[in-house]
């Protein structure tokens, strides 16, 4: 199952992991800063997502599956410490492997983390989920855009937020496939407690955004996984500005400050 893979840079090794509907593009938005300022960076395209080819099985997007990807992905390119950045799915993928193999990370950046161990049985949101599959396969992305619930996203935001979902959900060539994933992820644990978190033992950062502007990924999860991590710090933008998740220049410069606290080579 080839995956679309890009790499770039020299230095320590850093890998991007998106989030569910998104693409490689959609972690640090185009930045360039990490490969100008000395990084080896390497970011793919998740299973059935961007220009990666779908899962061999509809339903193997499971946490595992995707951990699986990023193991073997780092193996292909050499690298044999990262630090791995991840955003919402990707986020957890990463920690998923940071748990499981933990020689193979030296940092972790989690963006914007959603799974809290429990959530993935709550009916509601399986349900919310299951209609924005159910509007990608009957519409594309104008029918992902016209299924998500903006009436949870402040007035002030809609806008923004409808445009940049209608332009990540464009890029994928296989789209059937992100409405797999969408009904499987959800429903997928990459970690079975809380309490395990405190056994990652490298630099981390947690990167947060305030609730108004992305309800999705709610701070004060953030904030959990802040606390739980062993060594980690907390990140959030300045009340009414722009998250830092969306600034791909000002997330780049937290990963690279990050990256100089580890021994990723």
Same mark, same amino acid.
């Given at each position: 199952?080839?995956?679309?893979?890009?790499?770039?840079?020299?230095?320590?090794?850093?890998? /991007?992991?998106?989030?569910?509907?998104?693409?490689?593009?959609?972690?640090?938005?185009?930045?360039?800063?990490?490969?100008? %300022?000395?990084?080896?960076?390497?970011?793919? @395209?998740?299973?059935?997502? +961007?220009?990666?080819?779908?899962?061999?099985?509809?339903?193997?997007?499971?946490? !595992?599956?995707?951990?699986? @990807?990023?193991?073997?992905?780092?193996? !292909?390119?050499?690298?044999?410490?990262?630090?791995?950045?991840?955003?919402?799915?990707?986020?957890?993928?990463?920690?998923?492997?940071? $748990?499981?193999? &933990?020689e193979l990370v030296a940092?972790?950046?989690?963006?914007?983390?959603a799974f809290l161990p429990?959530?993935?049985?709550?009916?509601? %949101?399986?349900?919310?989920?299951?209609?924005?599959?159910?509007? $990608?396969?009957?519409? +594309?992305?104008?029918?992902?855009?016209?299924?998500?619930?903006? *009436?949870?996203?402040?007035?002030?935001?809609?806008?923004?937020?409808?445009?940049?979902?209608?332009?990540?959900?464009?890029?994928?060539?296989?789209?059937?496939?992100?409405?797999?994933?969408? +009904?499987?992820?959800?429903?997928?644990? &990459?970690? *079975?407690?809380?309490?395990?978190?405190?056994?990652?033992?490298?630099?981390?950062?947690?990167?947060?955004?305030?609730?108004?502007?992305?309800?999705?990924?709610? $701070? !004060?999860?953030?904030?959990?996984?802040?606390?739980?991590?062993?060594?980690? !710090?907390?990140?959030?933008?300045?009340?009414?500005?722009?998250?830092?998740?969306?600034?791909? +220049?000002q997330l780049s410069r937290?990963?690279?400050? /990050?990256?100089?606290?580890?021994?990723?080579?």
């Amino acid at each position: 199952m080839p995956l679309h893979v890009e790499v770039a840079g020299d230095g320590p090794p850093v890998v /991007l992991l998106h989030g569910l509907t998104a693409s490689h593009r959609y972690v640090v938005m185009g930045s360039r800063h990490l490969e100008r %300022s000395g990084h080896r960076v390497l970011t793919y @395209d998740a299973r059935g997502h +961007g220009a990666s080819d779908p899962a061999p099985d509809p339903q193997a997007y499971r946490y !595992e599956d995707l951990a699986d @990807d990023l193991v073997a992905t780092m193996g !292909e390119h050499g690298m044999h410490r990262a630090v791995l950045v991840g955003a919402s799915m990707g986020a957890h993928t990463a920690v998923r492997v940071a $748990l499981r193999r &933990p020689e193979l990370v030296a940092g972790l950046v989690v963006v914007t983390p959603a799974f809290l161990p429990g959530h993935e049985a709550d009916e509601d %949101s399986l349900a919310g989920w299951d209609r924005l599959a159910a509007g $990608l396969r009957a519409g +594309g992305a104008d029918g992902f855009v016209e299924a998500y619930d903006f *009436d949870r996203v402040p007035e002030g935001w809609r806008d923004t937020v409808r445009k940049v979902m209608q332009q990540r959900l464009s890029v994928h060539e296989h789209p059937d496939a992100v409405a797999d994933a969408i +009904g499987v992820v959800p429903r997928s644990a &990459p970690f *079975d407690s809380l309490n395990d978190l405190a056994a990652i033992d490298v630099p981390s950062v947690v990167v947060g955004d305030h609730d108004d502007a992305d309800p999705g990924h709610p $701070l !004060e999860t953030a904030r959990i996984y802040a606390e739980a991590l062993r060594d980690a !710090e907390l990140v959030v933008e300045d009340e009414g500005k722009s998250p830092i998740a969306w600034q791909g +220049g000002q997330l780049s410069r937290v990963i690279a400050d /990050l990256v100089a606290r580890t021994d990723a080579v």
